[in-house]
């Protein structure tokens, strides 16, 4: 079974940046899609942003556009989310995800990480 972990959370002020990475293992690695995805207290979850692992086509969440952008080393298995000009609104926990074809869901998850924007 593949396993996701992120990291590179933190807090940080409004106007700053952060770059998130989220590590596969545990298994042969064969996404069709990695993507990002975060819920923030009282809210549901949200998405943020994909990448198809081939060819490294990407898209976001509107909320996000201009700001983040996703990205992915395959040969060290890691998808990146580089995140700026963070505002409060982005204070959630964020988690990587995974999904094998087009037609598939994501269903390989990571535990989240934290990512906390002060005023």
């Known amino acids: 079974q593949v396993q996701l972990v992120e990291s590179g959370g933190g807090l940080v002020q409004a106007g700053g940046s952060l770059r998130l990475s989220c590590a596969a293992s545990g298994g042969t690695f064969r996404p069709y899609v990695m993507g990002w995805f975060r819920q923030g207290p009282g809210k549901e979850r949200e998405f943020v942003a994909q990448c198809n692992w081939s060819g490294g086509s990407t898209s976001y969440g509107d909320s996000v556009k201009g700001r983040f952008t996703i990205s992915r080393d395959a040969a060290k298995k890691t998808v990146y989310l580089q995140m700026n000009n963070l505002q409060p609104d982005d204070t959630a926990v964020y988690y990587c995800?995974?999904?094998?074809?087009?037609?598939?869901?994501?269903?390989?998850w990571g535990p989240g990480t934290q990512v906390t924007v002060s005023s």
């Open positions: 995800a995974a999904r094998k074809t087009a037609g598939s869901p994501f269903g390989s």
